[in-house]
């Protein structure tokens, strides 16, 4: 037996469920598809920095209150080199605007029960596979309990990530691809460490950025600059924590906590965009249409922003019976897509700050040095910093 609804929604990632509770809100009924169980995608560890749109979207749509309870609001970050501080207060800079720091898997968690709460159907477990009949009414092929199952809309919206049915199901000649493979790695890793700061760290060292961000008062995620294909099993938890102490250190009397590792991995530093986003009535959404590097934390605000987005386009759709909207989805999202992927690469850039050869250039270091003393003071720089960094 073949399902059916107005949006088949592939993939219960931050994207597709704040496109599904969008959608439940205003009475278009739509089904989403998710591969993995509810307790893996509510508790595996991603991302956990809100731009202040994000939030107040979320607010509105009743989405936010967990994340504002438990949440932290941030409004600066420090950029350290050669054992100083600097300190950029883009919140003020930025009219007052602010991150919040909230896991992904809470946000996740949130958006599922408002979603189930609605009686929006939402199938764990049930992989999509293929995608097709983009300029018609799509099908998606789906597997569960064994078992292969159908799924037709009016349009799907891929938000199943990099390697999920949506991307793969687009013929090579209907996208272009832009990719740009980064020289080096890092290694993420999450603890169970108290935060040793107050806000995120970004640490420019001769042997590699080191980067504390922020998660909750009992955990903790860090990032090591590595070699691109390094392998987590490298890096024992001696060698993390000290490298983390060494690329951390400042000149006055912080001290770094440490605590149990519970994951580790090397990120594929990648950035990767596919244009167009929307074929036909197939519309893909957060990474099954780019991927941006960690610097910036700006990949999930990306998903999310594209979700909105095609929310929108679809309500114009199903209540008004206007297409611009919707047909204008892609051109509308690159904008912001290629605008985060600049901010990012160059953030990328100022972080690792190495040249060809991988070793440390003084002339370089001295641009860097440039750079953060503009981008911490209170100049048209800073500013210019702080509206992109904040969203």
């Known amino acids: 037996m073949s399902l059916a609804a107005s949006v088949v929604i592939v993939g219960a990632g931050p994207a597709g469920l704040l496109l599904g509770n969008i959608l439940a809100d205003h009475g278009v ?40 309870a438990e949440g932290a609001r941030h409004d600066s970050c420090e950029f350290r080199f050669l054992g100083r501080r600097n300190v950029s207060r883009y919140g003020d800079l930025a009219g007052g605007r602010a991150h919040y720091v909230y896991p992904q898997q809470e946000l996740v968690k949130d958006m599922v029960a408002a979603y189930l709460k609605k009686g929006g159907q939402l199938r764990f477990s ?80 001769p042997d590699g950025f080191a980067g504390h961000m922020l998660r909750s008062p009992t955990v903790s995620r860090y990032y090591l600059q590595c070699p691109a294909g390094d392998a987590s099993e490298n890096w024992s938890d001696d060698r993390i924590w000290s490298e983390l102490r060494r690329r951390l250190a400042t000149s006055d009397d912080w001290t770094l906590r440490d605590g ?36 910036g934390a700006k990949g999930m605000n990306l998903a999310l922003g594209d979700a909105r987005e095609l929310a929108l386009g ?12 919707l047909l204008a989805y892609s051109e509308t999202r690159l904008e912001a897509v290629w605008r985060a992927q600049e901010f990012s690469n160059w953030l ?17 270091d001295r641009l860097r040095r440039q750079a953060i003393g503009q981008i911490t003071g209170g100049g048209a ?4 910093f702080a509206e992109s960094y904040v969203g």
């Open 126 to 205: 049930a992989p999509a596979v293929t995608i097709d009949g983009f300029h018609d009414r799509p099908r998606v092929t789906f597997e569960e309990a064994g078992v292969t199952r159908t799924a037709r809309g009016e349009v799907v919206a891929g938000c199943d990530g990099f390697h999920g049915a949506a991307r793969a199901s687009v013929p090579p000649d209907a996208v272009t691809r832009y990719e740009h493979q980064h020289r080096d790695g890092w290694l993420a890793v999450l603890a169970a460490a108290p935060p040793s700061t107050e806000q995120i760290i970004y640490a420019l060292h």
């Open 314 to 325: 679809l309500l114009d759709r199903f209540h008004r019976g206007d297409d611009r909207r």
């Open 29 to 68: 009924d739509c089904l989403i598809l998710e591969r993995h169980t509810r307790e893996h995608i509510e508790r595996r560890p991603r991302a956990g920095l809100i731009e202040h749109w994000a939030v107040r979207e979320l607010t509105e749509l009743g989405l936010a209150d967990r994340l504002l």
């Open 381 to 384: 720089r800073a500013r210019a």
């Open 260 to 295: 149990p590792i519970l994951d580790k991995g090397v990120l594929d530093m990648r950035s990767w965009v596919g244009e167009p986003m929307r074929f036909g009535n197939l519309c893909l959404a957060g990474d099954a249409a780019h991927i941006l590097t960690p610097a």
């Open 348 to 364: 990328l850039d100022l972080l690792h700050g190495t040249g060809d050869d991988a070793q440390p250039r003084p002339f370089a």
